[in-house]
């Protein structure tokens, strides 16, 4: 058996989360008539941006720099817009070998697909 530290299974599973979430049924989500995901008047101005900028990305793991240059948003906008996001539970954050990494949850791939189609 090989030991592997404690930390670096919780860092693995971390990373291995958003490939999880996009393969896993969220049984909740099947009931008819009942609805978690925020309206898009509960979203700031540039949320659907990102959102929509993360998800058609070549990336699932995105840098601040990547989003920012792609999204054409500065900085601060963008950390502010990402604090929402997360506090929403539409994206998250992870610290990885190449610094912190953002990437949209489940619940903000399905909003930013219903923004796409529209």
Known sequence: MVD???YQLQQLQEELLPFI???TEDDSLTEVGITNEPGPHELDTTSPKVLKTSVCGRFIYRSLPGLCS???IDEPT??????????KSLA???????GVRCH???RGRKLADVGVRK
Do not use: N, V
């Not at 998250?92 to 190449?98: E, F």
């Open 21 to 23: 979430d996009t393969e």
């Open 78 to 87: 963008m950390l502010k817009t990402l604090g929402f996001l997360t506090l």
């Open 70 to 72: 792609e999204a054409d």
């Open 4 to 6: 592997i530290p404690l």
């Open 104 to 106: 949209i949850t489940e």
């Open 92 to 98: 998250s954050r992870i610290w990885d070998r190449k």
